[in-house]
């Protein structure tokens, strides 16, 4: 018998929030970002959700070779390039278009013998000082690439770095408007915050948006909004169940450290899921978790394989119980992993993309 503890993958979740993702940026065509293998949910299993996508976005070459191998001849686009000339022969090999972000990209394609002229995104740093050229940088490079035979169509793109803040994006778009305002080509600015906040203003939204992670069912922007204000549903659920209850006595403690002391008598339940299963240890005892579908809270500290729950106003839930630590729990009930994100102070990001191996995956139509 397997521990129980399994990983769900929504295929209709995933459908859903894509859908979501056109109304928010209507016209604009919507690359379905499925860098770090889907964002955990593994780009196999959530092809079937995505393939409704325009494209697909991504960073690894091997990661852009399995999406091909699933049947996808749409476009793919590698967020970040290529990082050797070498990788340019797969490019034309798997028609992969890409981000050029900086001159040593340019030098690459100028050496590149090929019959098949790539599509690339000539990305501008439009604030974030990360990936691209500087707006006074960017008409060289794209006058560069213009001149080399080994570049067909060049498109134009820029990435927020506060568009899930108050800040906002204005200062970036206007810096990206007036060093592209005469270049030809198709644009594209949005993340998900972004095209989710943005989105109905059609020089904001561009021709291509690239949600990642709304389309995954978390919020950009949370706390300021939840995945229900926005319209989206968990597309990973990791769940576990109940193997052990323990009564506890005013006095009594839970867990390593014994951070959590019972102040009257309790009902605790011990879930078989802890840190090895890529639940965050930081969660302190509050973090919200379901049992039979019904909110109630962690307890303790999470240890390697196991963390607990109170079950004391859950009179009827004990061993076998299903624990939903995040996502869609078997009754319909929501716990978006946002909120748990939240108290171990991080994102949504870093949780659905650091589920273990070790958990088994099943994915529901
Ligand atoms: C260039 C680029 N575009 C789009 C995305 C998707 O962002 P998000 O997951 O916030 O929608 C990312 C992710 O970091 C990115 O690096």
Known sequence: MPRPIQATIHTDALRHNLSRLREA???????????????????????????????????????????????????????????EVRDLELCSRLGLWHTVHC?????????????????????????????????????????????????????????????????????????????TRDLPGERSLCNSAAALRFGQDPAVRGDWVRPGIAVYGSSPDFPAH???????????????????????????????????????????????????????RLCPTGTPALVDGTRTRTLGRVSMDMLAVDLTDLPASGFGSEVTLWGRASNGAVLPIDEVARAAGTVGYELMCAVAPRVPVVVEP
């Open 25 to 83: 940026a209507p016209d604009a065509r919507v690359w379905a970002v499925v860098k770090a293998n889907a964002y955990g949910h593994g780009v196999e299993r959530a092809y079937e959700g995505l393939r409704g996508a325009d494209g697909f976005a991504l960073l690894d070459l091997q990661e852009a070779q399995r999406v091909r191998d699933l049947g996808w001849r749409g476009p793919i686009l590698l967020l970040e390039g290529v990082f």
């Open 103 to 179: 001159e040593e990209q340019i030098d690459m394609l100028a050496v590149h013998k090929t019959h098949v002229p790539h599509r690339v995104f000539l990305k501008m740093n439009s604030g974030m000082n990360r990936l691209g050229f500087k707006p006074q940088a960017l008409r060289t490079a794209w006058a560069r690439l213009n001149a080399l035979p080994q570049v067909d169509e060049i498109s134009l793109m820029t990435h927020f770095s506060d568009a899930d803040t108050d800040k906002g994006i204005a200062a970036q778009v206007q810096a990206f408007d007036e060093a």
């Open 226 to 280: 939840d995945i229900a204000h926005w319209g989206l549903r968990p597309t990973q659920t990791l769940a576990a169940r109940i193997i052990g209850v323990q009564q506890l006595q005013a006095g009594d403690c839970v867990g390593y450290g014994s951070t959590f002391t019972a102040d009257a008598p309790m009902r605790i339940g011990i879930v078989a899921c802890g840190y090895a299963d890529g639940y965050p």
